[in-house]
């Protein structure tokens, strides 16, 4: 028996894994949001991410593997971080967009995962309303989790966030409907 999915070269009949890692580091400007997920994240050492857009790690992180698992590049070949369109975006809004793209090229969100890394600020409080608002955008299960570096190195020393996801897609079936084909 043949663990690899037969149906072509295409990818009809097949799965496909992407993965996505984004780092930001932590801004000096006081006033800016910490925006993981598309949640705003408060409390002690919510110090907000450097960055064009809203500097949202974990929606980067995951529309790079949407993007990868499509085959249709990485996320700075669709939102340019020298782009002024993109500067202050909505990082929510720019993963729906990828979500958009990789559905036109045939291919349909089954789940996610993805681990943020950061000492601080404490994000279990928040993991289940980034999975949830991630959710809504994907369109499929997403998975969020929190750890540390435990002192080791730039993420060890809280001079910023990075974030690893996994995204499974499957082709679309049917009619351009999104049901995953079995």
């Known amino acids: 028996m043949s663990a690899v999915p037969t149906g072509g070269t295409d ?4 799965l496909r894994i992407g993965q996505g890692i984004d780092v930001h580091r932590f801004s000096d400007d006081p006033d800016r949001p910490l925006i993981l997920g598309g949640v705003a994240i408060t409390g ?5 991410l ?16 949407v993007l990868g698992a499509a085959g249709l590049g990485d996320l700075g070949r669709h939102a340019p971080d020298d782009d002024p369109r993109w500067e202050g975006a909505d990082s929510m809004a ?3 967009r990828v979500v ?16 943020v890394v950061a000492e601080r600020p404490r994000l279990a409080p928040f993991v289940d309303e980034m999975s949830a608002r991630l959710a809504g955008i994907v369109g499929a299960p997403v998975n969020v989790k929190a750890t540390r570096a ?7 020393r809280a001079e910023g966030i990075a974030c690893t996801a996994v995204v499974l897609l ?6 351009g409907d999104h049901e995953v084909a079995r």
């Open 170 to 175: 499957a082709p679309v079936t049917g009619d």
């Open 100 to 115: 958009d793209l990789a559905l036109r090229a045939g291919w349909v969100p089954v789940n996610a995962d993805c681990t």
């Open 150 to 156: 435990e002192g080791l190195g730039a993420l060890g």
């Open 44 to 48: 002690d050492g919510s110090q907000g």
């Open 50 to 65: 450097l960055g064009h857009s809203d500097a949202d790690a974990v929606a980067h992180a995951i529309a790079d593997a």
């Open 94 to 96: 720019i993963l729906a």
């Open 11 to 14: 990818g009809a009949g097949s």
